[in-house]
Structures are given as C-alpha cells and as structure tokens.
C-alpha cells in the first residue's frame, strides 16, 4: 500500500525543533521523510501559509523533488498580513512566485492554497478581512489553473457562498483539508465537486466519526497534517481499528531529542497508515479499499 500525505507544514516550528518559542534540536525534516518513506508514504505536499512559508517550502522542495510538491496560497489566519501592504503588493508578488514556478519544465507547485475562511479564530483575521482574501485569491487561483487547497472551519455557509461561482472556471476542482465538520457540510461539499481530506483531528467526536464513515470513496484524501491533528491512539472509540498498525519507531520528548527518533506528541507522515485504518474501520470496508482509493484521488488531483 501507498500513501500520499497531501497535508504537512514543513514551516511550522516543531519541524525546525522549536517548542513553546525555545530551540531544542536541529531541523531534522530529512529523518521525517525517511522515516515516512520506510512506512509506505512515497509523497508529500507541504503546505503553505503564507509567502515567506512559500520560499521556505520551495527550497525543502528542491531538496526532496522526488518525494515533495508543495502549494501556494495565504493561508485565512494570516489573511490581514495581504493588506498590510499597499497597493495589492502582497498578491502581486505571490502571483509572480507562482508564475515563474509553473514555468518551470517539472513545477514543484501542485496546488493553490491554503485558502478558505476559518472563524473560530478571528482574532487573527476578522470575517470581512478573511472573504476579501478569500474572493482575491480565488481570481488569482483562475488564472493559475492549479486545483484547489482549501481550509473550511466553522465557516462552510460563508465558504460555499463565495467558492460556488468561481468554481466554473476551475475545472480542476480542489481538496477541502483537515475536515472536521458535519455530515451535511461534508456533503454540501462534495455536491459542488470538491474532495475531502482527514486526519486525527477528523475523529475526535461521534458526529465527526459519522461525517468521516460517509465521505464517498471516489471524494476522500488522506492527510497527516503534521505536525498537529495526530491520531489519538488511546481514544476507545478508534483504538479498535489501530489493532494491526505497524509499531511506530522509538520516540523522545524533545527535550530529550535523539536524531533518527520520533519526537513525542508531533505528528508525522509515518502515521499516515493510522489514518487509513481508522477511515476504513470507520467505514467498514477493507485498509487496502481505502488506501488505494485516496492514493489515486491524490494523484489524479495534485501528481
């Protein structure tokens, strides 16, 4: 079996060994990957935030291309940094960076995003700053013709308002990640021709376990979103279908931090096959259904 985790945020500060704003180890993103690769993830998209994340992104890309795609967008959190400059510098230069890499003979841009509306948190960026960004980049995502990394939290009614007309002029569709909504958000989704990607953090509640049990196979992705959303393998709601999971490798707080071992409590691409036994045994079909239903939707998507 073959995953392709098509959510990890290389930029976020664990990967760089940073907890709680202190460093505690150096970066050790290649041992991740290794360790990935040893438990059947052959790809990985790193995810983008922002559009110094996107230069930080594209120089791990060019270091693992074989194994690394990565996408470009800002991500609703950091939405009001857009218009801190003046004169839409911000987008102007996001859309060149974008420009120049899908000129490229083998991009390493596979998407557009992280893009979306999220209210549960607007202290970061309030509801009207988050659509604004939200409508202009989706412009932006018409032009690039790449399909869709998008990012729907406590915001679906909103979400869809905006997306629904855009979606006409990219063929391409898109991926609704980390999904953690209703059933009847799900669907609503998934009517409009968009996809939907899980992780731990899909599983935590009867409703999310329900909404998880009827996403469509030909609809569903496969995520991590390391280093955050791991599956929680003392959940009694989940720990039945965790029986048969591969032993993780050794891990270390990281305080204690050992290169070549798992760091406790962060998330990697290495649970990936975590993800898929609960999704399976969620739904009641076979780990190999489900593994390679997602692994050909991520291909035919962002591959």
């Known amino acids: 079996m073959k995953f392709f985790d098509v959510a990890v945020t290389f930029t976020a500060d664990q990967f760089q060994g940073i907890y709680r704003g202190k460093q505690y180890h150096e970066p050790d993103f290649a041992e991740v990957l290794k360790r990935a690769r040893e438990y059947g993830c052959e790809k990985v998209m790193l995810t983008t935030m922002t559009l110094e994340g996107a230069k930080r992104n594209l120089q791990t890309v060019r270091e693992f291309p074989a194994m690394c795609k990565m996408t470009l967008g800002v991500h609703p959190y950091h939405a009001a940094e857009i218009y801190e400059q003046p004169d839409s510098q911000y987008l102007t230069e996001l859309r060149a960076l974008g420009e120049s890499l ?7 841009l596979a998407a557009f995003g992280e893009i979306g509306l999220d209210y ?43 997306i629904k007309p855009f979606l006409l002029r990219l063929p391409r569709g898109g991926l609704v990640h ?28 009867d409703e ?16 991590t979103d390391a280093p955050w959303c791991e599956v929680l393998g003392n959940d009694p709601k ?13 891990s270390r707080k990281h305080s204690k931090f050992m290169l070549g071992q798992m760091v406790k409590t962060r998330n990697e691409s290495c649970n990936m096959e975590r993800v898929g036994l609960v999704v399976a045994g969620l739904k009641g079909v076979s780990m190999e259904e489900v593994v390679e239903a997602a692994w050909m939707n991520s291909n035919r998507m962002f591959g």
């Open 102 to 108: 899908l000129a490229e003979e083998s991009s390493p």
């Open 120 to 162: 549960e948190y607007l202290e970061r960026a309030d509801k009207e700053t988050q659509q604004r960004a939200f409508r202009e980049q989706l412009e932006l995502a018409v032009h690039f013709q790449l399909p869709l990394f998008l990012h729907v939290r406590e915001s679906a009614e909103d979400f869809i308002s905006i």
């Open 178 to 205: 980390s999904f953690a909504g209703t059933t009847e958000e799900m669907l609503q989704l998934v009517e409009l021709g968009l996809e939907i990607s899980v992780n731990g953090i899909s599983f935590r509640t």
């Open 208 to 223: 999310q376990r329900d909404m998880v049990k009827h996403i469509p196979l030909d609809k569903l992705q496969l995520e």
């Open 238 to 250: 989940i720990a039945p279908y965790l029986e048969s999971a591969k032993p993780l490798p050794a």
